[in-house]
């Protein structure tokens, strides 16, 4: 013989479980928050281990790659980075005003940041005016540099002798008496941004996403000359 019970009982069942119910739900959900946190905590700190062995490794083999982006880069660090870069892109301001841009190759860098190229003296964008002009530095995807001055023309035949090299040959077939010219850049600051290597680089945006969202890509800063 089953026994039914009263209305009024049957809530109090009802609430009754309920109220289990909430509270293992709440429990579960506090305990899953907890590991949750526990993980992603452990995960940050994987990675910011990992981040400091690569690091390491890198300062290690001598290749520069680690540089601590909290460091500021003196005008002479700047130049050792660029020193390896040939082919830059040059800014100037064109007749009508607007920025224009072309890639030339580098011939010498001063040790007070002044710049040097051979250029077509022809060429429309080169005027004997002492004009504003940019040249921008990519050294991989590690060291962006931007070089900005004044370009004035230098036609002194020994400075185009002591600049000419087999490389500039391949531009001026004719020789030195077919328009070359040496450009100068008197330059007035330089800029730079930094980033870490790319193990770094994908360590620091892994640990963001399950960390405390903060990262350490790199730095940026000015060096006036």
Known sequence: MTQELM????????ARTAGVSNHTDGTVRG??????SRFAAAVSTGLSRAADRVGRLASERGDGS????ADELSLE????RAGDIRTVMVTTVDERGTL????????RIADDGDLAFIVDRNA?????AVEPINVAFVDGSRTWISVAGRMTLDDDRAALDELWDPMTDAFFPDGKNDGPIVLRV???RWE???????????????????GDGSTDLGDSGAVET
Do not use: C, H, M
């Open 77 to 80: 660090q700047l130049i050792a």
């Open 100 to 107: 224009s841009s072309r890639p030339l190759t580098v011939q």
């Open 192 to 210: 730079y941004w930094t980033a870490p290597n790319r193990a770094i680089q994908l360590i620091e945006v892994v640990r963001a996403k399950f």
């Open 186 to 188: 008197l330059s007035d």
């Open 31 to 36: 305990r899953l928050g907890s590991v949750s």
């Open 124 to 128: 429309e964008w080169v005027t004997q």
């Open 7 to 14: 209305p009024e009982q049957t809530d109090d069942v009802s």
């Open 66 to 69: 680690n540089d601590d982006p």
